[in-house]
């Protein structure tokens, strides 16, 4: 696995449109190099931000977005359309303003399906194992771009602090009893993330520096999922200074003044 690198920049804003102009730097060269590109989307807020700065930039057409598969690290075990599903989020800041194939945009199936949660984690892994190369060496593709948010208490996906899913290798498991609503959710477990190319951690905020401290550190991925997050090429931890301000300065490149 990669060692992270460390990018500060000013504030949230700031860090929301510099990841998303990564993003769309990141897919062009890798649809150069062989054709299509991969990428894992995460929610929360500063994720969101980032979709919505990707749509808003003349630069997004830079991509062929019919050659992007679009993936999910986790998703909350709701029905279709829920405005708390990640889906739902991604769709309304990005997905539905570019041209994707919608057979290439692999969507954590809910309630509405029919499936238990545990069908569903079973569903999305065979579609995981259904796009995974023989150059991958593994049941998962190796994702281009992996983007996590952070919580406070240092999860990644859906993969909490102590719980269970941190000891599984299967690629996608039910989680039960989240610390946070709902309860139950589909995610990536830590041998599916850490399959990606690049793992592009991404926080922002006061309330996540001890999170990232402790992300950063020799801790182990039990206690803090986020000290799992690395991917095999290369790992980022594209911060805003509120987010940054426990580290120690020469750990982190300022990226904004």
Not at 94 to 108: G, I, K, N, S
């Amino acid at each position: 696995m990669s060692v992270p690198n460390v990018v500060v920049h000013r504030d949230a804003d700031v860090l929301a449109k510099a990841v998303a102009a990564r993003i769309i730097t990141r897919l062009v060269d890798a649809q150069s190099a062989k054709g299509s590109a991969s990428i894992v989307l995460t929610g929360g807020t500063v994720g969101i931000a980032t979709l919505a700065a990707i749509a808003e930039t003349p630069a997004r057409d830079a991509v062929d977005w019919r050659r992007l598969d679009v993936w999910w690290g986790d998703e909350r075990f709701l029905p279709s359309g829920d405005p708390e599903r990640n889906e739902t989020g991604a769709r309304k800041a990005l997905l539905d303003h570019v041209d994707v194939d919608p057979a290439r945009v692999h969507v954590m199936r809910g309630p509405d399906s029919g499936m238990t949660a545990e069908e569903s984690a079973e569903a999305y892994a065979a579609e995981l194992r259904q796009a995974a190369r023989p150059e991958d060496h593994g049941p998962v593709p190796s994702f281009d771009i992996l983007l996590l948010g952070m919580g406070p208490d240092t999860h990644v996906a859906s993969l909490f602090p102590g719980m269970p899913a941190l000891y599984d290798t299967r690629p996608v498991v039910a989680v039960h009893g989240s610390p946070k609503p709902p309860p139950t959710r589909i995610s990536l477990t830590l041998p599916s993330i850490q399959a990606a190319r690049e793992v592009w951690v991404v926080a922002a905020g006061e309330e996540k520096s001890g999170a990232v401290r402790l992300a950063l550190s020799d801790s182990g991925p039990v206690q803090v999922p986020a000290a799992g997050a690395r991917g095999r090429q290369r790992t980022l931890f594209l911060l805003d200074r509120a987010a940054a301000a426990k580290i120690p300065p020469s750990m982190g490149r300022i990226a904004s003044p």
